[in-house]
């Protein structure tokens, strides 16, 4: 089963451990912290700035990956949304999918948003797929849009409303449940 918590003070060595990994950081804007005390004032500052909220996904009880939603926007009422799974064992298995469905669920309940966005590298194949299958709707894509391993990459835009997110979630969520991802309500 998948399911998430908040971000704990003890969650910030995993969270520099994951964020340097090569397959989790090649698909990220910017580049993995360097020195543990800067990842600790980043990790410090996230947990105290009231526009970034962060979950870790638990896999079988376990912590795997992590799940953004920053720059939060009560103007806009809008956030974008970021996720990685930093146990190579657990990517390829559904637990993206899951991950986003429950945040969904969270953000929307526990936020006064309308809309959530994200923004991802074009050839990020699994990542592409986990956002589609939960609904997001692709909204633009970006030439050349960043530079990583020594590259400039493209870049899709995907955003989901609320109203779109209460259309969709029942049936995400029975095919969640379906394949034990998820438990039943
Ligand atoms: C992107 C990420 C969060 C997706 O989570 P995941 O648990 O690995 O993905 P899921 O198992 O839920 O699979 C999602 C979809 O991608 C597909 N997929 C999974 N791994 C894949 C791979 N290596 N190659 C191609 N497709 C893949 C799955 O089949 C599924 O598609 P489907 O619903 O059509 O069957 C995870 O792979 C990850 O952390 N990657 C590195 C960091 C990253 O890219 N973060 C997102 C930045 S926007």
Redesign the pocket.
């Known amino acids: 089963m998948i399911q998430l918590r908040d971000l704990r003070d003890d969650d910030v060595d995993r969270l520099y451990r994951w964020r340097r990994e090569p ?2 950081d090649r ?2 804007f910017s580049g993995p912290p360097l020195e543990f005390e800067a990842h600790q004032r980043w990790f410090e500052q996230f947990r105290a700035d009231e526009h970034r909220h962060g979950w870790v996904i638990e896999r079988k009880d376990e912590p795997c ?1 992590v799940m953004f939603l920053t720059k939060i926007s009560n103007v806009h009422q809008h956030g974008q949304w ?4 930093g146990e190579a064992s ?9 991950a986003q469905a429950l945040g969904l669920d969270r953000v929307f309940s526990d936020f006064a948003l309308q809309k959530v966005w ?1 923004e ?1 590298i074009a050839d ?4 592409l ?2 956002l589609a ?1 939960t609904g997001f709707r692709r909204e633009g894509y970006i030439r050349r849009h960043m530079f990583k391993g020594g590259q400039f990459h493209d870049v899709v835009l995907f955003g989901i409303l609320a109203e779109e997110w209460q259309e969709r979630r029942k049936s995400v969520m029975k095919d969640l449940q379906a394949s034990g991802l998820v438990r039943p309500a």
């Open positions: 397959a989790v698909w990220m990956g970021g996720w990685y799974i657990a990517r390829g298995r559904g637990v993206g999918r899951a994200s991802v990020n194949d699994p990542a797929k986990a299958a």
